[in-house]
T-cell receptor, first 111, second 113 residues
Framework: DQQVKQNSPSLSVQEGRISILNCDYTNSMFDYFLWYKKYPAEGPTFLISISSIKDKNEDGRFTVFLNKSAKHLSLHIVPSQPGDSAVYFCAASARRDKIIFGKGTRLHILP | ETGVTQTPRHLVMGMTNKKSLKCEQHLGHNAMYWYKQSAKKPLELMFVYSLEERVENNSVPSRFSPECPNSSHLFLHLHTLQPEDSALYLC????????????FGQGTRLTVV
């Protein structure tokens, strides 16, 4: 049973607009959430994280929102740039235990 | 070099072959991991090493055998693999096994024929 779900396999967004990537989780013990970005032929790279004591974390163009009651988090990228085209993985961990990853969402930024 | 380095980047092997994947990290981390990424599946954690001791084995078949000779190096020895073992194998490291931010290598694309 998947504990971290990314229900959209792919997403296309016009350059300059906002990209919103969604992630749902089932384990209420998760207290730390991460987003990773992966280009083809490369390993995932850490992008941004959020602790369960917060509901928002911002880093430049990237903002992660956490809704604990809905067990949902989202990654907002604004404005979207061509270099943002990649696969984005949502991940979660409980009490600094192993990280559980979602299947990923492929983001295409259209010119 | 810095970061996490994996070799080889690509590997094709027959089902009767024996091969090894190598991972090296230059970040001074104490924990290292092997992950498997198959098409349309989440990243699957295979093994965790902390201070050169295996602390987790997620029900991985014995045809995959990890080795961690020191905190900077991690190997995955492969023997008598099956075609369904074809996948991207990713190595990662983190400050310690309880630390949540892991740094990944570029992966080894393995094809079993």
């Amino acid at each position: 049973d998947q504990q971290v779900k990314q229900n959209s396999p792919s997403l296309s967004v016009q350059e300059g607009r906002i990209s919103i990537l969604n992630c749902d989780y089932t384990n209420s013990m998760f207290d730390y959430f991460l987003w990773y970005k992966k280009y083809p032929a490369e390993g995932p790279t850490f992008l941004i994280s959020i602790s369960s004591i917060k509901d928002k974390n911002e880093d430049g163009r990237f903002t992660v929102f956490l809704n604990k009651s809905a067990k949902h988090l989202s990654l907002h990228i604004v404005p979207s740039q061509p270099g943002d085209s990649a696969v984005y993985f949502c991940a979660a961990s409980a009490r600094r235990d192993k990280i559980i990853f979602g299947k990923g969402t492929r983001l295409h930024i259209l010119p | 070099e810095t970061g996490v380095t994996q070799t080889p980047r690509h590997l094709v092997m027959g089902m009767t072959n024996k091969k090894s994947l190598k991972c090296e990290q230059h970040l001074g981390h104490n924990a290292m991991y092997w992950y498997k990424q198959s098409a349309k599946k989440p990243l699957e954690l295979m093994f965790v090493y902390s201070l050169e001791e295996r602390v987790e084995n997620n029900s991985v078949p014995s045809r995959f055998s990890p080795e961690c000779p020191n905190s900077s190096h991690l190997f995955l020895h492969l023997h008598t693999l099956q075609p369904e073992d074809s996948a991207l194998y990713l190595c990662a490291s983190s400050q310690d096994a309880g630390y949540t931010e892991a740094f990944f290598g570029q992966g080894t694309r393995l094809t079993v024929v």
